[in-house]
């Protein structure tokens, strides 16, 4: 559970259950409990609807991507703004069915509700509510209404409603109506509900009666998409007469009184069918719709049920996530899995909405969550849902070219939010800015390729794509001069809304970066393939032959800032000089910000609304050693206000990767519980699809630890505090694979497909058909880190002597005693403390030429170093650490290492050196270690470092290694092993250490 809060539905691993009805909760409800299969989405109101004096009821159906346009009016107006407005439409309302028992009319807010529940199987996919009321004449009866939008039938939803008198005969009448007086929410007051398009849209072209088949078609009077519903309709059980009914222009209703005995069930069975012009002409759409109603009442509810289910079946085979130990969870991964089903089109007609088809918040736009974080899930588990996604993306290439063109630049520029290609972002310093679009979608574009190996997309549109928006980057960026010509791109908007118009923000530079890398690579790839084609393409898209060579170019120049004094990559060229916000300023109740502030206010401000520079971490963790992730997550992640739902889970994957299991499980649970729990209080509008695909993320790439580059899969797996077994299964070139994580071990099971290598905790296992690898989750020792100076050799005494005589000739107090407090310190480091000691006042350059000066004099002084300067049982040491197999390293605050190892004969003992000519911040940041482990090619946590001073020693601790002291046991009181001096060292010291930090973890 999401820390302070306690659930809103009771905790069960596969269903949502609703206990009691709250006229105040029915918003929030609808949302939940709304039904959908990519195509058509129906929001979970009631039949017989809500009183709007009791309660606030959005009641909607919605086809993926059927929608309005209007006219955007800005007051102050200015070229190349957006001018059509877009809104996924509220459809016509066929869900109404209505009850009267003895003449009085079933409503949940009259008479007496002496039993309420309403259940949503996850498994099924199917709704039900069931209750018994008391009518306020005193009449008992036992209702059940069950609901489904197949998954088998793209245009089919069905109800079947039973009522049981319970304590006398009944006179009943059921009323069922096919409505099209629908209209849009709209909420003024926060950005993220419905927008300006509010109130009834569409206009009634037509409607029908058959016995008992209803008709209405409608129309969007703009768009000018049109669309038919149809529903029939089957009553068994008691004496009914015959059904009546009227024909309105905007609706049609069918009624049947009903006679039924006390405990005699009477069933309704109704389907719904739509059919708009994008699947058929429209002069044919009433007859297509009545077709597929028909056809399915011939089928039946049970019927209709059981192809859903089976549907749902295989798709639960797939997709599905277990987790043992933590209920809440699991519960929240099958909930949002369900959603990003119900909420993706499987055809490419469209994608998947921010709210997906549940509510009207964002008015149904596509945004880049869908390539970030919603794909992702289809890719390593339906990569044909994710192929169609990508299609959607093909197909609105046009558009983005003329967006492009319309802002004066070559190439394609997709649209930041939008249902039908065209831009509908309104804002544009948090719309349209927002480049990083593009390559968004090239990302997504390269993951799908890299997992399915899927090169005919490539042909059908795909390279087309990924080279127009490459084009878009070099019209769009320069070559700074002043800058050493870096590429840069100047005036964007990242992922953190509330840092808007900025240069070189780090996130798009880097996304760009690969953009650019990736379509060069395409290209070169598709010359070679295939000559012929690849001529056809470059003609068709007039591409010059040096494109791509400009392309990788730009890439390679690319502007990656970097602030060496705080050791972090800044958010962007002006974020780092901006004040940080108060804590009252970001106090509770002024969440979201952008609902209490200025947007001049908070991007003048040290404030994210999101992961901008941790999105970067994760997405692109290629370009950032191991002690770079570290640094920019902990400055980053105090200053992120996660008021966006994107948020938490990439903090939450980035925590766990650094090991930090607590923290990562607190994000998780805010994300996966972010719709059940309503944590950011706006599922009334819609659920939230990128925390849903977020939640699948955090478990894949965070605690499995999954990762592809180059064609293979990776995992370190780490279960965070509670967990007891983690299984999925993925989709991988072809390969079907079952993962079960275990606390202890996990193992690997080859479901489908030829051999694979996989690596685990970065160690090669071999996978075979048809059987399980298992392979141990824990830290195993595989590499020894050493400082150099006090571990190897002692050559204190000669960086003593250097600063002594520099001290001297300043007229700086200095002796041995500050000179043990420079142990382990860098070089810069080490000149400013001695500095501080007297009244000097230096200039940078003054400083670094007596850095140079003291290193001229130490490297004169260690000239004379020889074998027989290694310290007691080094040799020994090396010899036996080499002999068990494992690995090793210096890792030392000296530049000088290479040579001193030289000089002592001892350089091939050592797979790596590190010294502080490679790292931008000095002990007792971890750095010099990370730095080390990864040019090894092994995780932190399985490394044992030896070093003689404390700030080596906290080092390694931040690093998550063993350490093992030489020296003081009071001073080096942090290691997890001391000796008193380098000749007590050897296997057995270092493998107690290691042991010893293993058990601490856990």
Known sequence: MVRGTSPLYPIEPWSVRETSFDPATCRRSESVFALGNGYLGIRGAFEEGLDPAVGASVRGTYLNGFHETGEIRYPEDAYGLARKSQTLLNVTDALGLELFVDGERFALTVGELESYQRVLDLRTGILTRELVWRAPGGRRVHIVMERLVSLARTHVAALRYRVTPLDADADLELRSSVDGRVENAVDEHDPRSGGELGGRVLVSVGSERRGTLLTIEQRAP???????????????????????????????????????????????????????????????????????????????????????????????????????????????????????????????????????????????????????????????????????????RIRGLDAARRRAAELSHRGALYPWRTIDGD????????????LHIDADIAYAFERYLEASGDVDLLWQGGAAMLFETARFWLSRGSYAPRRGGRFCLHTVTGPDEYTALVDNNLYTNLMAQEHLRFAARVAERLAEEDPTRW????????????????????????????????????????????????????????????????????????????????????????????????????????????????????????????????????????????????????????VHTAAMGGSYLAVLAGFAGMRTRGGELSFVPRLPPGWRKLRFRLTFRGRRLELTIGREETSYRLLEGEPLTVRHRLEPLELRPGQTAVASNRRRLRAVLFDLDGVLTDTAEYHYQAWQALADRLGVPFDREVNEELRGVGRMDSLERILERGSLELSADDKARLADEKNRDYQRRIEGITPRDLLPGVPELLAEVRAAGLRTAVASASRNAPAVLQRLGIADAFDVVVDAGLVSRGKPDPEVFQRAAEALGVLDDDCVGVEDAEAGVAALRGAGMAAVGVGEPARLAAAHRVVPATAELDLKVLSGAFSAAAAADG
Not at 296 to 313: S, Y
Not at 358 to 369: A, I, M, R, V
């Open 222 to 392: 703009h768009s000018g998409l049109q669309l038919a519903c149809s529903a029939d309709h089957r009553l068994a059980g008691g004496t009914a007469a015959e059904a009546g009914g009227r024909v309105e222009d905007d609706r049609v209703l069918l009624a049947w009184p009903v006679r039924a005995g006390a405990g005699e069930t009477v069933v309704l069975e109704k389907v719904v069918a739509y059919v708009d012009g994008r699947h058929a002409p429209v002069d044919e759409l009433a007859t297509r719709s009545r077709a597929e109603a028909e056809a399915a009442l011939a089928a039946g509810f049970a019927r209709l049920a059981d192809e859903h289910g089976r549907e749902l079946e295989a798709f639960w085979e797939r997709c599905d996530v277990e987790i043992e130990g933590d209920d809440a969870v699991q519960q929240s991964l099958r909930f949002g899995a369900l959603h990003l089903l119900q909420g993706t089109s499987r055809d490419g007609s469209a994608s998947i909405a921010a709210k997906g088809l549940s509510g009207p918040g964002y008015e149904g736009h596509l945004f880049w969550d869908a390539e970030v974080y919603v794909l992702p899930f289809f890719l390593y588990t339906w990569p044909a849902v994710a192929r169609a996604m990508l299609e959607h």
């Open 423 to 434: 831009e509908a972002s309104a804002y544009f310093p948090a719309g349209t800015a927002q």
């Open 535 to 686: 001529e056809e393409l470059r003609q068709g898209l007039e591409l010059a032959a040096g494109e791509p060579a400009a392309w990788a170019d730009a890439a390679e120049r690319m502007e990656l800032p970097f602030d060496r004094e705080l050791g972090v990559h800044p958010q962007d060229d002006s974020f780092l000089d901006k004040v940080p916000w108060s804590a009252e300023a970001l106090a509770p109740e002024r969440r979201p910000l952008l609902l209490h502030y200025h947007p001049l206010d908070i991007y003048r401000h040290q404030v994210l609304k999101q992961a901008d520079v941790v999105l970067a971490l994760y997405l692109r963790e290629d370009h950032f050693n191991r002690a770079e992730v570290r640094r920019d997550f902990e400055f980053y992640e105090p200053l992120t206000t996660h008021d966006s739902s994107l948020s938490p889970c990439v903090h939450g994957i980035v925590a766990a990767r650094l090991g930090r299991l607590q923290q990562a499980a607190e994000f998780f649970a805010r994300t996966a519980r972010m719709d059940l729990d309503d944590v950011n209080g706006n599922v009334k509008d819609g």
